[in-house]
């Protein structure tokens, strides 16, 4: 069984940063590409940034120049640094990822969200 945790989300004031986790765990073979939504009150889901396998990055453009997504192949992890953190940018953040497990099959998998809340 694949599950995705995320942590690291919490209230802080505008212009501050937060770095959110997501931990891949069970039998996991490798993780493909994975990405990082939110979902703001009263709004779509909206994805925000995404990581391929070879650690190449695209982003949306809201979050261009702020947001830093990453892994650690070893930890089955992805980050997303966020800097200059905007009262926009309050939300549920989601991570998703397509991970081959023990069988040698790709399944897509999200995780429970963390809360993000920035002050103004």
């Known amino acids: 069984q694949v599950q995705l945790v995320e942590s690291g989300g919490g209230l802080v004031q505008a212009g501050g940063s937060l770095r959110l986790s997501c931990v891949a765990s069970g039998t996991i073979f490798s993780i493909n590409n994975a990405y990082w939504y939110r979902q703001g009150p009263g709004k779509q889901r909206e994805l925000v940034a995404l990581?391929?396998?070879?650690?190449?990055?695209d982003y949306v453009d809201f979050v261009k120049g702020r947001f830093t997504i990453s892994r650690d192949n070893a930890k089955n992890t992805v980050y997303l640094q966020m800097n200059s953190l905007k009262p926009e940018d309050t939300a549920v953040y989601y991570c998703h990822a397509n991970i081959v497990d023990h069988t040698g099959r790709a399944h897509d998998y999200w995780g429970q969200g963390t809360q993000v809340t920035v002050s103004s």
């Open positions: 990581i391929e396998s070879d650690s190449s990055a």
